[in-house]
């Protein structure tokens, strides 16, 4: 039973990645941030290059979502967005025909399905621990590290005490 209580999730996130992309990782400047917001509120419709490393954090007023590559953003979908944290070596392209914009929106809705599995289970420190290992896998240890606990806790429901006990104990938060 103590195995069931510390397993690891192993789900991947889903990623259009294309492995000859050189990416330098990185958590974008304020200043970048103020300026995708301002894209955002101008209802631009985006999408988040799939050809790299990268993502977008948005801010909603009573949680977050998480837009990886290929994700749309924008429009009238992200016009509650109130604050935005890019993650990686962050690209925002446009959509260039209909069709580009109609598979950018299905995939933001594998993003947030992804999550929603994710915020499905009751624990919270589980939610916490595999929403950190489903980043690890897709960026790096460093980066998701610099990356604020309110950010993660915003995405799966939880405090962000919690998402700190979790970075500090890991597996052993049920001896804390």
């Known amino acids: 039973m103590d195995s069931e209580k510390n397993r690891r999730y192993q789900a991947v996130m889903v990623s259009n990645y294309h492995l000859d992309t050189h990416v330098i990782d990185r958590v974008a400047m304020p200043d970048e941030e103020a300026d995708i917001l301002t894209m955002l509120h101008n209802h631009e419709v985006l999408m988040v290059n799939s050809r790299r490393r ?46 580009d914009r109609q598979k950018a929106f299905l995939i933001r809705r594998q993003w947030i399905r992804l999550i929603k599995q994710i915020t499905e289970n009751h624990i919270a420190h589980e939610r916490v621990q595999k929403i950190l290992d489903q980043f690890e896998q897709w960026f790096t240890a460093d980066i998701v590290a610099q990356l604020p606990d ?24 049920d001896n804390y």
């Open 54 to 99: 990268n993502g977008l954090i948005l801010f909603k007023k009573y949680h977050a979502e998480f837009a990886g590559p290929g994700a749309v953003v924008g429009g009238d979908y992200d016009r509650d967005c109130q604050r935005v944290l890019a993650i990686g070596n962050l690209s925002l392209l446009s959509p260039e025909s209909h069709e």
């Open 150 to 173: 309110e950010a993660f806790a915003n995405l799966v429901g939880v405090l962000p005490q919690t998402v700190a006990i979790v970075r500090r104990f890991g597996s052993d938060v």
